[in-house]
T-cell receptor, first 111, second 113 residues
Framework: EADIYQTPRYLVIGTGKKITLECSQTMGHDKMYWYQQDPGMELHLIHYSYGVNSTEKGDLSSESTVSRIRTEHFPLTLESARPSHTSQYLC??????????FGQGTRLTVV | KQEVTQIPAALSVPEGENLVLNCSFTDSAIYNLQWFRQDPGKGLTSLLLIQSSQREQTSGRLNASLDKSSGRSTLYIAASQPGDSATYLCAVLYTGANSKLTFGKGITLSVRP
């Protein structure tokens, strides 16, 4: 069983608010990822990290930012939420066997 | 361009049928291939991981095979059940891909009682 957790699971927030989506893993994995997925659509990589103090932009341009101060924690922040940010955000980490594990996701709705 | 293709996009079968889901990739220089299951509104659950040096992996009613030379992987589901209804995604870790997985768009499976 993978130990990777995302909070909150659901979030409804007003336009212009600042939000942080949390992702934590207890497996000691160096590599962590954030994906964005609209309902019924494919996954898009928006950020990833090789380890502490490492962050990279993914394949899909995103107005969000990430930080990696601790190995186990990889939060994603939106400084000013807009309706176009409404989506599901999935966090993942990858282990030494290179097996990837995903959290349950955060479904964000910006009204 | 390194891509992953899953066809068809959707599949509906009667309960009890054995079925095969296909995944194609464009470059044989892969590190590994992973199959996931995703239920609506949820995250991805890892089903099977196949390293590039392996030919197949098995877990319960699931068997995944890998043929690098032809750029193909198959996920075999034996004696399908309604609880198997979900979207199945294939993801490839290409060598030199800066640790990024390349995902297919998934196959949505419906198993009819």
């Amino acid at each position: 069983e993978a130990d990777i957790y995302q909070t909150p699971r659901y979030l409804v927030i007003g336009t212009g608010k600042k939000i942080t989506l949390e992702c934590s893993q207890t497996m000691g994995h160096d590599k962590m990822y954030w994906y964005q997925q609209d309902p019924g659509m494919e996954l898009h990589l928006i950020h990833y990290s090789y380890g502490v103090n490492s962050t990279e932009k993914g394949d899909l341009s995103s107005e969000s930012t990430v930080s990696r101060i601790r190995t186990e924690h990889f939060p994603l922040t939106l400084e000013s939420a807009r309706p176009s940010h409404t989506s599901q955000y999935l966090c993942a980490s990858r282990g030494p066997r290179a097996e990837a594990f995903f959290g349950q996701g955060t479904r964000l709705t910006v009204v | 361009k390194q891509e992953v293709t899953q066809i068809p996009a959707a599949l509906s079968v009667p309960e009890g049928e054995n079925l095969v889901l296909n995944c194609s990739f464009t470059d044989s220089a892969i590190y590994n291939l992973q199959w996931f299951r995703q239920d609506p509104g949820k995250g991805l659950t890892s089903l099977l991981l196949i390293q590039s040096s392996q030919r197949e992996q098995t877990s319960g009613r699931l068997n995944a095979s890998l043929d690098k030379s032809s750029g193909r992987s198959t996920l075999y589901i034996a004696a399908s059940q309604p609880g198997d209804s979900a979207t199945y995604l294939c993801a490839v870790l290409y060598t030199g891909a800066n640790s990024k997985l390349t995902f297919g768009k998934g196959i949505t499976l419906s198993v009819r009682p």
